[in-house]
T-cell receptor
Framework: DAKTTQPNSMESNEEEPVHLPCNHSTISGTDYIHWYRQLPSQGPEYVIHGLTSNVNNRMASLAIAEDRKSSTLILHRATLRDAAVYYC???????????????FGKGTLLTVNP | NAGVTQTPKFQVLKTGQSMTLQCAQD?????MSWYRQDPGMGLRLIHYSVGAGITDQGEVPNGYNVSRSTTEDFPLRLLSAAPSQTSVYFC?????????????FGSGTRLTVV
């Protein structure tokens, strides 16, 4: 499975933008880049995903490098409620049971300071 | 929609006891899966299913059984609980045949085996 590398932790101030990096140098052409976050004592929550183009939704933006070997999750204005562990995961796009699994790393613990 | 519902939220078992963790989803998702999360770790896949009557093993299947008799339900059975199975368990679902969505997770079952 293609792996991702994320910093163990990052810190931000409330109301400021946050850029969470993810390296995935062994990504294949059919891997989608998924981001999830896990708030304390909760299950993971889907944030955003993309293949090649940058993506925006109500929660965040995803910037994907042209060579797809890295990506950045952007929270435009961090709030205290954004404090969580953020996971960057590669999801194989092919059909087939084992291809649907998500392989979690340890993620990045984001601390938001008031 | 309720999404993915897990019951119970908390459970304490004695070593050797058996129990079933329940997972139900109302989104008609074909794919369902079980993960466990140990302190300070990412999630690890236990078992998954791509539809009724079809199940397969994930990364850490030993000590756990699953079955899938309906699209909605995917129970996880511990036949003889061991302290090493103390963990938080998450169920997740996903609609097959699309790459447009993220996975939906339940809020988890916190299991302690004494």
């Amino acid at each position: 499975d293609a792996k991702t590398t994320q910093p163990n932790s990052m810190e931000s101030n409330e109301e400021e933008p946050v850029h969470l990096p993810c390296n995935h140098s062994t990504i294949s052409g059919t891997d989608y880049i998924h981001w999830y976050r896990q708030l304390p004592s909760q299950g993971p929550e889907y944030v955003i995903h993309g293949l090649t183009s940058n993506v925006n939704n109500r929660m965040a933006s995803l910037a994907i490098a042209e060579d797809r070997k890295s990506s950045t999750l952007i929270l435009h204005r961090a709030t205290l409620r954004d404090a969580a562990v953020y996971y960057c995961i590669l999801r194989i796009a092919h059909s087939g049971g084992s291809n649907y699994k998500l392989t979690f790393g340890k993620g990045t613990l984001l601390t938001v300071n008031p | 929609n309720a999404g993915v519902t897990q019951t119970p939220k908390f459970q304490v078992l004695k070593t050797g006891q058996s129990m079933t963790l329940q997972c139900a989803q109302d989104m008609n998702h074909e794919y369902m899966s079980w993960y466990r999360q140990d302190p300070g770790m990412g999630l690890r896949l236990i078992h998954y299913s791509v539809g009724a009557g079809i199940t397969d093993q994930g990364e850490v299947p030993n000590g756990y059984n699953v079955s899938r008799s309906t699209t909605e339900d995917f129970p996880l059975r511990l036949l003889s609980a061991a302290p090493s199975q103390t963990s938080v368990y998450f169920c997740a679902s996903y609609p097959l045949g699309t790459v447009s969505y993220g996975y939906t997770f339940g809020s988890g079952t916190r299991l302690t085996v004494v």
